[in-house]
């Protein structure tokens, strides 16, 4: 399991690291610098101090000092005079000036100058510099260094009293109750934390919301539902107790209607259940042309059973994304409605073309329609228009879940349904995607 606190104590600790590093390497630079031009002005004044006098009478008076350097001493016929150090791996020539001279044993830093009648040269191995150069640096870096475990033992502290607030948050949240969806106050909270209590916040309302909608259904379903259970154990009764096959008879076809009614009910609870959001399946590319032309295809019997002429008025190719099932199932609920409140002998036309650059489906009946102050009510769970005296079909049996089952379909889809009216007098439907 991955921790933050480990995480940032190991990063802090290697920029820490690094820094000190890149600081070392810097210091070092800095102090061979200054240590190379500290001993090449030592070399300088060396050869400087040494008298112009023929070399036989200093030769006993000299000393070259133990940082290493070299004496080597050449009379003006190029004769070796002197040779300090004779196992250094040092050419035997002179060169005027500084230069750097490369050998097995290392590179040292040669300077040649004339004293006098004698050509002088003073070398000393760059290793001394290196060595003195690295001890500075060391010199300086070892506090930090020595400081890097309590820095370490802080930062740990640090960011421990950083992640403070997510436990308090993470305290708050495991001390709950399941049913307790009010949002986590965040006044007191760092401004880092603050999106993410939010974010919570959000989601809990939208929990919230959901439950209560549950809620809510469960309540509703469960209320439509005891009427034609309730009618189906009297019809039930009804049966057992007849006494003759016509009676018998009856209550059987009413029993069965009453089943029918309790099945419609039931699968109509089960759509809109799987209409609720976030339920939507993957979306893919369709033709509404096509998929209307099926739905219609589908009810074309039942609508010549009823009297009603349906049929497609005008049809254009139409592409929407979406989950052509959940949208069969709300043109099949728009077509059922329509065609279910026609009169005989009415007719139901549907439409279905590109209206400023969006696909529209249009349902047209001449049947009763719906008074405008009804219209925003019609798509409510379980509201039924009430029967006027141009309503009262016997064969008309709903639930008042055909205009929710089809909102919230047309919601998913980023789709608006309106109602208006027809110029046959009926209700046109309008579903814009």
């Known amino acids: 399991m991955r921790s933050i606190r480990r995480q940032l104590l190991f990063w802090l600790l290697a920029i820490v690291l690094l820094g000190v590093g890149i600081a070392g390497w810097l210091i070092y630079r800095q102090a061979l610098a200054e240590a190379n031009e500290l001993f090449d002005y030592q070399l300088q004044e060396i050869a ?23 004496l080597q001493i050449w009379n003006r016929n ?15 020539r002179a060169e005027l000036g500084f230069s750097t001279e490369r050998t097995e044993r290392g590179d040292w830093r040669v300077y040649g100058a004339i004293v006098g009648d004698n050509v002088v040269q003073l070398a ?8 003195l150069a690295a001890n500075v640096a060391l010199r300086t870096l070892w506090p930090l260094i020595i400081l890097l475990p309590v820095l370490g033992v802080a930062v740990w502290g640090v960011v421990g009293r950083g992640l403070a607030p997510l436990r308090r948050v993470t305290g708050a949240l495991d001390a709950r109750h399941p049913e307790a969806l009010d949002p986590l106050p965040d006044s007191r909270l760092p401004v880092e934390v603050r999106p993410l209590v939010r974010a919570l916040n959000g989601l809990l309302e939208r929990l919230a919301a959901a439950l209560d909608t549950q809620k809510a259904f469960v309540a509703d379903a469960a209320h439509e539902l005891r009427t034609p259970l309730a009618a189906v154990q009297i019809q039930a009764q009804l049966v057992a107790r007849a006494h003759d096959d016509a009676t018998r008879s009856e209550a059987l ?26 339920g939507r399946e993957a979306a893919s590319q369709l033709d509404l042309d096509a998929l209307l032309h099926d739905c219609v295809a589908s009810y074309a019997p039942l609508a010549q059973r009823r009297g009603v002429d349906l049929g497609i008025e005008a049809s254009e190719t139409a592409l929407v994304s979406g989950d052509p099932e959940a949208l069969r199932v709300l043109f099949n609920n728009l077509i059922d409605n329509a065609t279910k409140y026609t009169p005989s002998g009415g007719r139901v036309d549907v439409c279905v073309r590109e209206a400023d650059g969006h696909p529209t489906v249009q349902i047209a009946d001449n049947g009763p329609g719906i008074a405008r102050e009804e219209r925003s009510r019609v798509f409510d769970r379980f509201y039924r228009v009430g029967e006027g005296a141009n309503r009262a079909r016997t064969d008309v049996a709903g639930s008042g879940l055909g205009l929710a089952i089809v909102r919230r379909i047309a919601l998913q889809h980023h789709a608006s349904v309106t109602l208006g009216d027809s110029q046959s007098g009926g209700l046109l439907v309008t579903v814009t995607f």
């Open 78 to 92: 190029g004769v070796l005079m002197y040779y300090s150090h004779p196992r250094a791996p040092l050419a035997p």
């Open 253 to 278: 076809t009413d029993l069965q209607a009453g089943v029918t009614r309790a099945t419609r009910l039931a699968e109509q609870l089960l759509a809109l259940a799987r209409t609720e959001p976030d």
């Open 124 to 131: 000393q191995p760059l290793s001394v510099r290196n060595r």
């Open 48 to 70: 400087a101090a040494l008298p112009a006098e023929p070399f036989s009478q200093i030769l006993s008076s000299r000393d070259t000092g133990d940082e290493g350097i070299v």
